[in-house]
């Protein structure tokens, strides 16, 4: 095991400089210049010069690379083109909306998929296993953006249960303005972790140990949540993994659509505003999160099974 987990921290460092590497070329080719638009109508050539004399840009694109990979070996990831602001600052300041996002959207998703993939599978071929495969293929069709519209629209606006837009102030406000955009993600996770655990239950169930925990005598309910759930969720916990580029790409149009400080709307701003360092910075902090959820899930993963270590 311990080998196994230098071999992905390893890959995992390679993989963040690979992130840096392909972010700071791709946002380079944004058409439009930072210093055009942080001075607007102001903007005059010497202007412009000067500041980007100032910033470094300049100088050739492989310079720049190396003085960003430089400060970024340090922990500098640079000062905000638009805000004037260490980016480290700004993202510190938005990372806690987005990591509370996220969690809520995984806990709502295994709350609504656990239940229902359960049943379905004891049932397998009944009624409510066909209205979760149907419900499961309408989800995957349906773009989140027009989930969150469609909820905002009827539970925001028309119930008046939830705040529209906001993060509110302390933690049980941030859990009540976090439900309506977390509600959204967890709707769009929902079918992948719902099919899968209900795969993987269904091929548990039909395992012989199933049948001679039931020949024991053991109750149908001991016998699903102590052999079945336990041996079925270990390819769920898989799939939750993966979900978290899922989660990562929703964030970046929810937290708009509900006027979310998070990292997304930051990210977003920044693109717009060709805020480059802020822009490399989110993209780095993304793409950490998603490795150490893997690495984590890989980590579960080989505890439930210890066979993966040895592929």
């Known amino acids: 095991m311990r080998s196994y987990l230098i071999r992905r921290l390893i890959a995992s460092v390679v993989t963040v400089f690979g992130i840096t590497l392909v972010v700071f070329l791709m946002i380079r080719l944004v058409p439009g210049n930072p210093a055009r638009t942080l001075l607007g109508i102001h903007a005059t050539p010497q202007s412009m010069a000067a500041l980007n004399k100032a910033w470094g840009l300049n100088k050739p694109i492989f310079v720049q690379y190396a003085l960003y990979v430089a400060r970024l070996v340090h922990g500098n990831l640079g000062t905000s083109l638009f805000y004037q602001l260490p980016v480290t600052q700004l993202l510190l300041g938005r990372l806690p909306c987005t990591l509370f996002l996220m969690a809520v959207s995984v806990v709502l998703a295994l709350a609504i998929a656990l239940p229902i993939a359960t049943l ?185 099974d210890p066979r993966l270590v040895m592929e």
């Open 120 to 304: 379905a599978a004891v049932q397998k071929g009944g009624i409510a296993d066909q209205v979760l495969r149907l419900v499961c293929q309408l989800g995957l069709g349906v773009p989140v953006v027009w989930t969150g519209i469609m909820l905002a629209l009827l539970l925001a606006l028309k119930l008046s249960l939830f705040p529209v837009a906001g993060y509110g102030t302390g933690w049980v406000s941030h859990l009540h303005s976090l439900f309506l955009p977390s509600l959204t993600v967890a709707l769009g996770m929902f079918p992948t972790m719902a099919r899968s655990l209900r795969a993987s239950l269904i091929d548990v169930l039909d395992s012989d140990y199933i049948a001679a925990a039931r020949a024991r005598g053991l109750s149908t309910w001991r016998v699903l949540v102590r052999h079945g759930l336990r041996n079925a969720i270990a390819p769920t916990v898989t799939v939750v993994g993966l979900n978290v580029g899922y989660l990562v790409g929703s964030t970046l149009a929810i937290e708009t659509i509900f006027g979310l400080p998070g990292l997304g709307s930051l990210l977003i701003a920044a693109v717009l505003s060709r805020d480059f360092p802020v822009v490399q910075g989110v993209a780095i902090v993304y793409g950490v999160l998603v490795m150490l959820v893997n690495l984590g899930t890989d980590l579960v993963h080989t505890s439930l």
